[in-house]
């Protein structure tokens, strides 16, 4: 989950639909993210700077991630399925020596081994899962391109094998080597098995604007569309919607404060439930 169905503008917002990667994901498959451990593998294979394709095998045991083993269950059974999840990444214009605007484009997929329950029978239990990706960002309009102050694994242009040389490097509070100016994005999820997965797809939208108000370069203004489609074998749940207006004032390479409004429209998908206005703030420190 450090590693694939990401994308670099999901760092800009607070809602849990993108934060991190896609809700739709996690919520259906057991996939090791951020303090969740699990035992696994990969492979990567860069051959130049815009062409990156990658593939990992992960033990799909969802015991490791119960709260009273504390993360630290290192148990490593088969039996309880593996995953397997593969992606291939285009990007350009990352680079300060080339004139292009940045922008990139991942396809990916998974499956699943386990077995899973049946939404409309929760007594049957059916063997696999499935889903795919792809999210896609592009500069449209292009600023001066600001002097970077943070860890030198995160400068524009550097490899992925650079890039994981660094621990943790996506908690860095540094916003991301990249030119002023205006980035649009987007990313759509697609998971086809509506009898297992309680969302079936999510489709997101969005807009990144770093350099406003001026002299402020590090500053970065973000909003979101995202809408969640739950399964229809879900009785009284169909589609939950989430819009998101934000904005970073980046203190220092070391720290930021966001505040940050939300708009619910029907949560969990249901039209039951009042659609809600959702008031929050972020800041992160980095030591």
């Given at each position: 989950g450090d590693i694939f169905a990401v994308s670099p503008m999901y760092q800009y917002y607070l809602t849990s639909a993108v934060n991190g990667r896609p809700a739709a994901i996690v919520s259906n498959v057991f996939f090791p993210h951020y303090r969740t451990a699990a035992w696994g593998t990969r492979f990567s294979y860069q051959p130049t700077q815009e062409w990156h394709f990658i593939t990992g095998l992960y033990n799909a045991d969802s015991n490791v991630a119960k709260p009273t083993s504390h993360g630290a269950d290192f148990s490593f059974d088969l039996k309880q399925?593996?995953?397997?999840?593969?992606?291939?990444?285009?990007?350009r214009g990352h680079d300060k020596t080339q004139n292009k605007l940045p922008g990139s484009a991942t396809f990916g997929g998974y499956y699943e081994s386990s077995r899973f329950t049946d939404l409309s029978d929760p007594s049957k239990r059916r063997q696999g899962n499935y889903g795919f990706y792809f999210n896609a960002d592009q500069m449209i309009y292009k600023g001066e391109w600001p002097d970077y102050k943070g860890l030198a694994p995160m400068r524009s242009g550097t490899m992925f094998a650079e890039r994981r040389q660094q621990p943790y490097h996506q908690q860095n509070t540094m916003l991301l080597d990249r030119p002023k100016g205006l980035t649009v994005w987007g990313t759509a999820v697609l998971s086809p098995q509506e009898?297992?997965?309680?969302?079936?797809?999510?489709?997101?939208?969005?807009?990144?604007?770093?350099?406003?108000p001026p002299n402020r370069n590090r500053d970065a203004t973000a909003f979101c569309f995202v809408l969640g489609h739950f399964s229809p074998d879900l009785l009284g749940q169909g589609n939950e919607m989430v819009l998101e207006l934000n904005h970073r004032f980046q203190l220092g390479p070391w720290a930021y404060i966001t505040p940050d409004i939300q708009y619910v429209i029907n949560p969990n998908g249901q039209r039951n439930i009042n659609d809600s206005l959702v008031l929050g703030i972020e800041t992160s420190f980095n030591f």
């Open positions: 399925g593996c995953l397997v999840v593969s992606q291939i990444t285009y990007a009898n297992i997965n309680t969302q079936t797809y999510e489709l997101v939208a969005g807009l990144v604007y770093q350099g406003l």
